[in-house]
């Protein structure tokens, strides 16, 4: 006997010989774990996902070393405009008067207020300081006068930048158009309750003005995730332990498998609160993962048992069989579903790392509690049923799959392929497998915020919900797309070259010019200049007012160019005057870097811009690196990619070896590891492809999808290759096996997949897209793994049986 197999026994007599003494150590477990949970800490958004970043430590060092034109202590709100005209007597008032009412909300500390409005006001009253001296001037100002003091304010470039794509000139005429609001209180106060007051102030006030900004985005990300919970877990609740109570058949069993579940989320939250790692939005998926294969054990552990029971054998003798048949299964299993999750140990971004680490944990956990406290569970309750004065009625008793049932029937048809020409039927699915993997390669890769917000247009069905359950209204996609559709560039339309090189040099001012100049076409460009704002801006504003300073910068240049000398005096004399913080935006503090923030195209490819971007880095002198949301938020989505598939390849690779090591140490067949795996790579080859058929990209949260689809595969394939081996091994008739194993296993599998797929299927009603891609791909996931180890495998068997035992009559008439 091998010294595995005696391993498996000592357990399995251990749980079926002395099962109160398990269930009292793992309900002992489930309390010491428990308040690990109330330790957990939530980590969402954005910035989990930039550590070790390079683009990400740049800006960082932007951050630290440069002072933001609006920062923590000067956050901006953003009011649009949307009008027939926003530049004639209506629209102007309509901004400055809803403008005029911010101010006057002495909680909201509106310091300025940057918008044409203002700007065409001044040009009226350059006397006019106040929003109500402003707004007097328009009222008080004539059709003409107004025509004037719009084209007078267009001649300044930035007057354009604040208006929709479709001014006009000539016209004075623009549909929309943007204020600034900045406000000036500590960094601690609460943003989103600012900006939420605003919006009040903003609906109560004439015209179409809407107000916009960060703490907007944040009430809407945090209302949209509860609304989406409100609809999506009475769903699954309710799929779930309907298909669980089908499944079951029993209430007694039913409610063991619901503890048992509940026992593996307790232990493996308990355990990542203790360790302190945050929940991050990467660890939905484990819980998804661990009811997955605990439904999975369950059912198979109940059935398995069943169908001892069935033929009359007493309840521990019919678990022990049960149980050293499954164990060895569920070993397996859970080894290389815990080595294929660790594989995610490879990647640079933590939040994968860890999602590596707490499921590999949570399946290591399932195992102990489903080789454990299940089994012992059910005889001790089996045993108080058989001894109980009380008459109990049976309940459901028969296994799923049983040779009388529905799916008894029609299961056993997916063994037509094994049994006639296998081998062309596998090689069939093998190339079909290699196309849909190389087309599944192609699929994208995006990260960005929108993707935790609800879709522009609310989805049909939310009508169809009760109160309760109605979501709230949401406006912040909208507002996104109409920015990104009628403005040329936004708040966010920019991306910055951090410069590490001494500013002092000579060519410093000049380098910088010839960098500028033909721009990539995702840039924005005047006359072949790229549009920027740099350490010039400083210089040139204050050349203009200080005529004695601007005669030191006509002095330092040679050629009418920038200055080239006396580099350091002009610095210091930019400090010493009121432009110092607007030098100190883009200089940092002992002269050794620069900043230079470009503008881009609101509707280009953030690829396109990321890529232009580190082109025109390349230009700079000294050390240059392009950074900024935009580029940083690429270079995570680039590793998200690069992350799955390395992640994906450590996985395969490891299984293989593990799956080989495991099947050669059990039951002396190595190559049955190889074997396995083959329905695993076409359910991943498959999932790619309609990832990409579909337009479904890969993101922070369906990154971990390829992990799940290996657990999940591999899962379902070595239960129905270990008992393809029993059967075999006891007949030698290779199709009476697949026939069993696609009866017995094949039902358990079934009540599995249908329990899971439909379960986690309902995420899709999740308001929020990304959860809801994830709910779509992981029910598709599931019935890919499903339908590839019960058409595929049975058939990949057969064929390494006309291999390996020398049969190779079965290769084409089975």
Not at 179 to 185: A, M, P, Q, R, Y
Not at 526 to 541: F, H, K, L, V, W
Not at 663 to 686: D, N
Not at 764 to 772: C, K, N, R, S
Request: negative net charge; contains cysteine; charged residues 20%.
């Amino acid at each position: 006997m091998r010294r595995s197999e005696q391993l498996f026994r000592a357990v399995t007599d251990r749980v079926v010989e002395q099962p109160r003494r398990i269930v009292a150590v793992c309900l002992l477990l489930t309390l010491c774990f428990a308040p690990g949970m109330a330790l957990l800490e939530a980590e969402a958004g954005s910035d989990q996902f930039v550590d070790d970043i390079p683009e990400a430590d740049a800006l960082d060092r932007v951050n630290e070393q440069f002072d933001p034109a609006f920062g923590d202590e000067e956050p901006t709100t953003q009011l649009i405009q949307q009008d027939g005209n926003v530049l004639d007597r209506r629209g102007l008032l309509a901004m400055l008067e809803t403008a005029e009412r911010l101010e006057e909300r002495d909680e909201l500390r509106v310091q300025d207020v940057s918008a044409p409005a203002v700007q065409v006001a001044r040009e009226l009253d350059p006397e006019a300081e106040t929003l109500e001296e402003q707004r007097k001037a328009v009222e008080r100002a004539s059709p003409g006068e107004i025509d004037d003091a719009v084209e007078s304010a267009g001649e300044d470039p930035a007057f354009a930048t604040l208006l929709g794509e479709d001014y006009n000139e000539e016209a004075g005429s623009a549909s929309a158009s943007l204020g600034i609001v900045s406000h000036e209180f500590p960094a601690e106060t609460d943003l989103q309750a600012v900006q939420l007051e605003a919006e009040t102030v903003a609906e109560r006030s004439q015209g179409d003005v809407v107000v916009f900004g960060g703490g907007v985005v944040d009430a809407e990300f945090g209302g949209v995730i509860f609304d989406s919970l409100t609809i999506v877990v009475p769903a699954a609740l309710a799929v779930i332990l309907g298909l669980l109570a089908y499944a079951y058949r029993d209430p007694f069993d039913f409610v063991l498998g619901g503890i048992a579940l509940l026992m593996t989320v307790v232990w493996t939250f308990g355990f990542t609160g203790y360790a302190g790692i945050p929940f991050s939005d990467m660890l939905i998926a484990v819980p998804v993962l661990l009811l997955a294969i605990g439904i999975d054990f369950g059912i198979h552990t109940v059935n398995r048992y069943r169908e001892e029971r069935v033929e009359g054998v007493a309840p521990v003798p019919a678990m022990r069989v049960s149980l050293r048949q499954l164990i060895v299964a569920y070993t397996v299993i859970a080894g290389s579903t815990i080595i294929g999750f660790l594989a995610n140990l490879v990647s640079d971004l933590g939040p994968l790392r860890e999602f590596g680490i707490v499921a590999g944990i949570g399946i290591l956990f399932t195992l102990v509690i489903f080789v454990g406290f299940l089994p012992a569970a059910k005889l001790e309750i089996d045993r108080w049923r058989a001894s109980t004065d009380y008459q109990i009625p049976e309940f459901g008793t028969r296994p799923l799959g049983s040779a009388d049932s529905v799916l008894g029937r029609v299961l056993p048809a997916l063994s037509v392929p094994s049994r006639h020409a296998p081998g062309v039927f596998l090689v069939i699915v093998l190339l079909l497998t290699a196309g849909a993997a190389g087309y599944g390669a192609g699929v994208d890769t995006t990260f960005d915020d929108e993707d935790f917000l609800p879709p522009s247009e609310e989805p049909s069905y939310v009508q169809h919900f009760p109160g309760p359950m109605q979501p709230g209204e949401y406006t912040v996609t909208e507002t996104i797309d109409f920015l990104s559709e009628n403005f040329e560039t936004g708040e966010d339309d920019t991306i910055t070259i951090y410069v590490e090189q001494r500013m002092t040099d000579d060519t410093a001012i000049q380098s910088l010019e010839r960098a500028e100049r033909d721009p990539p076409d995702t840039f924005l460009e005047t006359n072949g200049q790229a549009r920027t704002e740099s350490i010039t801006d400083p210089i040139d504003g204050y050349a203009v007012e200080n005529p004695e300073f601007g005669t030191l910068v006509e002095n330092s240049a040679l050629d009418d160019g920038p200055p080239s000398r006396n580099l350091d005096l002009i610095y210091d004399e930019l400090r010493a005057s009121e432009f110092a913080p607007f030098t100190n935006e883009y200089l940092a503090e002992d002269n050794r870097a620069t900043r230079i923030v470009y503008e881009v195209q609101s509707d280009a490819d953030d690829e396109a811009i990321t890529a232009d971007a580190r082109e025109v880095a390349d230009r700079y002198r000294g050390s240059a690196i392009a950074t900024g949301e935009i580029v940083v938020f690429q270079a995570v989505a680039d590793e998200i990619f690069e992350s799955a598939i390395q992640s994906l390849a450590a996985a395969l690779g490891l299984s293989a070896i593990f799956l080989v090591v495991l099947f050669g140490l059990f039951l002396g067949r190595p190559s049955l590891g190889l074997v396995t795996l083959i329905p695993v790579i076409v359910a991943i080859a498959t999932l790619t492809a309609s990832m990409r058929f579909a337009g479904i990209p890969f993101n922070a949260l369906t990154a971990t999808i390829l992990a799940i689809t290996i657990g999940l595969g591999v899962d379902y394939t070595v239960h129905v290759t270990h008992r393809f081996h029993d059967e075999y091994e006891a007949t030698n008739d290779v199709d009476a096996a697949v026939r069993t194993t696609l009866q017995g296993t094949g039902g358990a599998l079934t009540g599995t997949m249908l329990t899971t797929a439909l379960g986690t299927g309902v995420l899709v009603l999740a308001i929020t897209p990304l959860l809801g891609q994830f709910g779509l791909l992981t029910a598709l996931s599931i019935v890919l793994a499903y339908l590839a180890a019960l058409a595929v495998l049975p058939t990949a068997l057969v064929v390494w049986v006309a291999l390996v035992d020398g049969r190779r009559d079965l290769l084409l008439f089975g």
